[in-house]
């Protein structure tokens, strides 16, 4: 096991928002330049909007999380981009300072 | 008559499934733990989609249909289309709703539910009334005509963008159109229906241990967690005021009245204007809610879910089938 | 007589819902990656309890039955409630447990598994004894009293506070008690049970494709899945120790045999004495281990589940069930 | 797209705790003044009660995340409810520092 | 002959079941949001190897085997051994694969696919063609020598680890090889097929109302999510160019004709001959993708799903399956 | 409710990696010290390999998300314990700080 590694310091962008508006807030992120995100189906959630939650009946309670990986230059961009795909739909977005492994993945 | 109706309400309320819709209400409103997992629900809910397309396009098969379905056709797109107008001037008189709501709401009611479709043919077939056979796809040409009405409403005449955020108008409505067209719901009501025509009662035969045996069960386990559902949604919703809970149990009337007339007019059987009318009382709460949480996300789907659920839903199984039905067994039949 | 047992003790052991729990079980230790989803296990469990139900009902419908069932209530009511100080004081004189844990396992053991009893109705319709149609009442009876026996156990006679944190006693017991008496297994039981009743059989008719057909099949899937969860919980265990699990095998015996002579002071046929021990002799895995968690956080679930489970769920389906039928056909039949 | 937007210091305080206790603590943190939450069910873990997952059968080895977002001068209060609410369950509360779009939302 | 041929893979296209993987093919290319929940898709796995499982056995246990079946055995094992050798080889000589994805892809062909097997016992049923008993036991003999063989051949001669990651070679074998024959899908084919055995006729039938009468429409919706899943990964593949995509329409041909000639050789019968070349010209997507990512992490999931599902598997079950079965009877029947 | 308590610094990694290499990685986490671990299931994830998700035929697809907290001094260890388990498999590491209550459970 090799104990040696560098680490990258990048940026952490989750977004929770409405399940139906999920492709768009990918799209959007693809498009401003993030390389790669992770999502969390089945979030349960309360805020301004009441609470959601999915039924299995229509998606329209439905939460996901969106969790995106960026360099500190794009970040942003990519809160923006997700602001703007959100538009007047339901979600929170928030950032935090991360370090990864592996710099190309970003 | 009015004993007949009344003896025919209770018997279609001491349906096992109807009874489970209750006790799924009841246990919500108990706060009890019970929950079905959403996977199931969704997997329940693809079942009876694919299962009722998959019969209607078998009988379909069994029977003759020619030219004559056409002004039935009609009749139902210009239903599902023109009673958001109806829904949306009702509303404008008596709820202080926003437009967008207003909108909202008016397209559930133009649209369908296609569990009170199907309580309605069960419904018919304890009665010994038959329907065409092409009723199936009357649903789902029932499902899409009340979005764009609906959308057309929220927007008024001046207005231009169904979109939210700052993007071009062409390109989300395109999206939006395959989305619209392409939902799960119609792809299985319409796939399932045209597997059902092609393979016909044979091919049905083959599956019919999975798609007609179980059927009434899986519906009662369905309608049990739509009980839980509408209870949960109606407990959480702010949105529901007095005129907007009334306007949920009037509107499903005055569009079982379009819808009679109409039936009436294209020359349905009696059983077709029962089930013509039960589609235009009933309101969607599957494929609407997610076109207009896409479309109009200005519209607070806390308004229109439990409405639509919670009060025409029930409204509609309990008292509403053999309403109707008993109406226009007295005009027509 | 011994062979008599011994051979129906194989013959229940070759039906394909053991040899599934056994299959699930081996799976389990062999550490393959074979597993049931959350969300179908919920479902099969759900079908169980509303299918036990609505059975129970239906059947309960289509008999007569009168002031007679009460004597049967209050002993199955009782049961459930003094099981446990048997437990415990058992649990007292042989481990080293504390206090919380003796509790709540002793909980357990007045408490009752639905998946034991249907198993032994299988077993009796199969060996052609019957029983009374309001049985699968008397299993919604005996799954709570013994949460409040375990629970003063738990407490000892000083203690007076069922709930963790610092917040006020009557609080949580409020919800306590709605959370043990709403809990979506009772629910589901009671709920399927007045459905079955209210429809009676010629409700369960349109239903039976889902909830009668299949369901030893569905028996077998949940079975399978017990197996798996039984043997990975007594994998991950650190709590079972030597006089615990022997405990798990000779506790049924005893519960057993206090159902039996309760059943016969009441007055049960025979087929009634036999499920009343061997509701007596299962402990329960399901809505105990909940209320226990909720209740009395300092018992280790680690500990009773899978003595619940894994010990006792088994000796009772595979030796108890046609050991206890015997014994009661010897002495009662 | 507009990029400029202002962005806020907030606390995101996360919760792995059993699933029978999440309504508890959800009331709990609701009390002690969060404007909303997100909940993740279905969480496996490990930890000094051993190993835990949900299986169906019974949700005493269920575990869910529940993820709340304050104004700093929350946060302490928040954590010491939630901490309150679990009791003798079992549970793990940490907090960190994040930067959230929207103020009006926490 | 060619009519014939013809008609039956008309007749064959035309059951609800390869209909219902054209519809979610469909759906998937129009990017519609129709989705089977995965809990549900494993679901139905489960109980689709289960069932399967278990009437094998039970007609295994109601037909007389003796020593004949070794020869049948030895075959199998050899085809699903030696096969990914000829893929490998064909592969290498079309394509530009990486070393390890040509192992990986050549697993996969070796190995076989039990829809589609499940398929073609259906078509000779309908077909009125009789086979082995036993065949279900060939199935999950069939389904791990290819891994291995495939592991050999993408280590080529010199490599000695087929684990990633640093850690020694022993101890990661072990666990693979537990893996790879305790998989799930094995467990619950054998399992079910040792729990058909022992219980026999007799116990198949306690529990047909779940595994034999809705059989066919579980299959259905199962299909249905087979087309979506394909759809889904060919439109995500970035890695199928023409030569792979050729190799994924003749490679079933030439593994089916090996196939044939083994079990003409050892002398199965004509509906025996067709089902041994069927699971030649199947390739997995269940058992074999998983061991590959744990065993063969540099071969790209992307080239042997997309390939084995959405090429080979649509081409087995619309042509393959009549075709080979009319060859066979052309030739020995 | 108490609202004193003390607050200890650790490091939070998560790692999100393929599911079928999970029980290898939490096996690694384990061996370097980890006291603990939560383990999200049946993520989406889209990165240099494509796009990503599970559906329940083969579970070739189908992304976990494992969350461990440990001792800053551990936690070079553990991102090395967790990067050669998953090896060529699929799969990024990050960590970030958080504040715990209870120090004795990592
Ligand atoms: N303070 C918060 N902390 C964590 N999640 C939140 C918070 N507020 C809102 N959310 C999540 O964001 C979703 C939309 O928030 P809202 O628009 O405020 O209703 C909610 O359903 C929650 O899942
Ligand atoms: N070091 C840790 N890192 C991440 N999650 C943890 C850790 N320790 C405990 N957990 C989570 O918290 C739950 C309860 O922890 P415990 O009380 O230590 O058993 C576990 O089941 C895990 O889900
Ligand atoms: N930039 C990123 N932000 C968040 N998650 C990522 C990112 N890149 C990759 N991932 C996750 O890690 C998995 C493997 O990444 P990769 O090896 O780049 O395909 C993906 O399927 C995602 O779930
Ligand atoms: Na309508
Ligand atoms: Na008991
Ligand atoms: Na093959």
Redesign the interface.
């Known amino acids: 096991m090799t104990e040696e590694f560098r680490i990258y310091k990048k940026k952490k962008i989750e977004i929770v928002v409405e399940a139906l508006f999920s492709s768009r807030v990918l799209t959007a992120l693809e498009e401003a330049g993030a390389k790669g995100h992770s999502l969390v189906p089945n979030l349960r959630g309360r805020g301004a909007h009441g609470l959601r939650r999915g039924a299995g009946l229509s998606a329209a309670f439905d939460n996901v999380m969106i969790i995106c990986l960026v360099d500190e230059s794009l970040a942003t961009k990519i809160m923006a981009a997700a602001r703007d795909a959100i538009g007047d739909g339901v979600g929170i977005i928030y950032a935090s300072d991360v370090e990864v492994l592996r710099d190309e993945h970003f | 008559m009015v004993d007949q109706v009344l003896s025919s309400v209770l018997g279609n309320f ?4 109807i ?2 819709f209750i ?1 799924g209400a ?2 919500g409103f ?18 009876l989609m ?1 299962a009722i397309g ?1 019969k209607g396009g078998a009988s379909l098969a069994a029977s003759q249909v020619g030219i004559e379905v056409l002004p039935v056709f009609v009749a139902a797109f210009a239903l599902s289309f023109f009673i958001p107008f109806v829904a949306f001037y009702l509303l404008k008189l008596t709820t202080r709703l926003s437009r967008e709501n207003m909108g909202g709401v008016a397209a559930h009611y133009g649209s369908v539910s296609i569990v009170t479709y199907v309580t309605a043919t069960e419904f018919l077939k304890t009665s010994g009334i038959g329907f065409e056979a092409y009723m199936v796809a009357v649903v789902a040409l029932m499902e899409t005509p009340a979005i764009i009405s609906g959308l057309m409403l929220a927007q008024g005449k001046g207005a231009g963008n169904a979109a ?4 071009g108008k062409s390109k989300i409505n395109k999206d939006l159109m ?2 619209i067209l ?3 719901s119609i ?2 009501l319409l ?1 399932g229906f ?2 059902g025509w ?2 016909g009662p044979d ?2 035969d ?13 519906l ?2 369905f309608l ?3 009980g839980l ?1 509408a209870s ?2 109606i407990r ?3 949105a529901l005021s007095l005129p907007v809970v009334v306007f949920g149990l009037y509107m499903p009337v005055i569009g079982a009245g379009l819808g009679m007339i109409s039936g009436f007019i294209v020359g349905l059987s009696a059983g077709g204007i029962a089930l013509l009318a039960i589609l235009s009382a009933s309101a969607s ?3 609407v ?2 076109a ?3 479309a109009l ?2 519209a607070d ?2 308004l229109y ?1 439990p409405l639509s ?1 919670g009060i025409t839903f029930p409204f509609n199984i309990v008292i509403g089938i053999p309403l109707y039905t008993g109406l226009v067994l007295a005009l027509v039949g």
Do not use: W
């Open positions: 001491l349906s096992p499934a009874l489970a006790l009841l246990a108990l706060k009890s733990d019970l929950e079905i997992p959403e996977a199931i629900a969704k997997g329940l809910s693809i079942y694919f998959l939210s955020g700052k993007e395959r989305e392409f939902n799960g792809v299985l796939g045209a597997i092609v393979t091919g049905l083959k599956v019919s241990g999975l798609f007609v045996d179980p059927f009434q069960g899986v009662c386990l049990l967690d739509m559902v949960h949604r959480a919703s702010r709460y599957i494929a809610p997610a207009m949480r896409l996300p200005k789907p806390g879910i659920l």
